[in-house]
Every structure is written in C-alpha cells, then in structure tokens.
C-alpha cells in the first residue's frame, strides 16, 4: 500500500501558469486551453511574484475580469519559479494539476492529450518529451541540447527508468501526489524534482510526444550555469529513504492552503 492517497479518477484539473513578463503569451495559452478543455478545467491558478511586469498584471486583470471565478490569482510568498509552483501545489483544488508555463514553451495544443491520458491513469504522472520522433526542440541552443541529452542518460539509467526527458516542466499529477509530497527546491530544479520524487515513490511516469519552441516574448528567469544544481536534488533524491521524500500529517504551512486574495 503507498503512503500517500490514491487517485482513482480524473474530475477537473488546476492548471498553474507561473507569469513574469508575459502578456500575449499567457493569453495565447489560456485561450488555447479553454477552447480545447475548458468543461475539465477546475481553475487557472495563475501566481505572480514582485518581479511580475505592470503589463503582465494588467494582462492579468483582463483576463480576470472575461473569466471570472476560473481565474485564481495568488501572490507568491516563497521566492522563485520552484516557490510558485510549491504554493500552487498547496492550493489547487482539481484532481489534477497541470504544471506548465506561460511562455508558450509548454504547448498548450497538448493539455487535451495530457487530461485524456490522466482519465486513463489517473493515479499516474503524465509528462512531455522532447527526445522523441514526434516532439523535439525548435532554437534550443547547440550547447544546451548536448548538455541536455547528456543530462538525460545519467539520470535516467540512475534512476533505472525508460524516460527520455524528465527536465521538461510540462506534466500532469494528482494533487493529492502534489500535496503529499515534501518539496525542497526553490528555484528551477524543483522541475525536476517533480519526476524524480514520484519516480521514487514508485509513482507510474508515462510520456507523451511535444514540442520544445523558444518564447517570443520577454526572457527566461534561468542561467545556464544553475542548470548544474539540478544534479545536487537528483542525488539526494535517489539515495534518500523514501519516507522522507513524504510530508508529515499535519500540514506544516496550513496558513498557505487559502490563495493570496482570498486571504484576510
Ligand atoms: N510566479 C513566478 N513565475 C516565474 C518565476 N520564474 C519564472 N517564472 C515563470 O515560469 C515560466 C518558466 O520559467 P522560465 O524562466 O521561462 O524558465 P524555463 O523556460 O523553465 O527554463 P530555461 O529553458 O532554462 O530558460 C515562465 O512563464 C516564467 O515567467 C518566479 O519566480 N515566479
Ligand atoms: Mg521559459
């Protein structure tokens, strides 16, 4: 029996769309979702920080004000990407939880695929692959890409898995999975720490074909160089006893579990 409780369907997804300069983007990638998906969409968890731009915000505000209830907007209080989507975690109130971006890296073409495949394997985590026939990258840098591939087969014959991509930030998990889980990661290796904790766990993985096409639109909040602290959380979570990749009981940050604007 796992430690942590099962799904045993899909119902309605949270899809969290961290946001720091984009505008059109982030329409693009709400409008995509909603006319593919909207019937199985439970909220746009949409999280902000001090960085957000004005023009972000205010890209924002009209979505709030066409959408209504589906848009949740929460004002970080951890810092980084890694802070966002742990609170997010936290707060989201599907079945599911879509991890994604807002820079039309992750296409949101592929969010009908991702909640088909969580209403088949509903207890699994569903993730994108760029090292496959059908997906690849489009202006990823030379450099990168070998650095990537290389990243790839380290990790994946570590943690004895046929995964070829478990650095793409675009899957789908059961919430409860999210909320059981005990994140340690604040900036951008929380990524990966998302497939090497349920990996562990014994979680089932399974992926699906996408593309990889650099954003048109303002600029990563990654460097190059914090690309090798991913190594750090994928040793320690492969060599660590399993039940402290779980949180106790009681939740720790109880207080964190109603989003920012909803909070008095
Ligand atoms: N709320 C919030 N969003 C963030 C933060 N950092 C990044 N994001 C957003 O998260 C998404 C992914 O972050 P990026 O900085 O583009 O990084 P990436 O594409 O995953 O990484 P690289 O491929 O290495 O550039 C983007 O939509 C960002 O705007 C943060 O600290 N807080
Ligand atoms: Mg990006």
Known sequence: MSAFPATRAFESATIVLPVVNETYSLVETVDSILKTSKPDVRELLIVVCEKTTRESMATIEELRARLGKLVVVHHQKLKFLGGAMRE??????????????SDLETDPVLVPRLIAEARAHPDAVVT??????????????????????????LFSALYWTKLTDMTYAYRIFPTKL???????????PLLFETVVKPLRLGVQVIEIPGFWRARTEGESQNTFARNFEYFRIGLRVRFAATHHLLRNRHLKHQNMNVPSEHRV
């Not at 975690?89 to 991890?99: E, K, N, V």
């Not at 994108?128 to 087969?153: C, D, M, P």
């Open 88 to 101: 997010a975690f936290g707060l989201a109130r599907g079945s599911h939880t879509i991890m994604m971006a």
């Open 128 to 153: 994108v692959t760029r090292w496959h026939s059908q997906g690849g990258f489009e202006n990823y840098s030379g450099i990168k890409l070998v650095a990537n591939w290389i990243f790839q087969k």
């Open 178 to 188: 999210l909320q059981a889980i005990e994140w340690e990661e604040l900036r951008h």
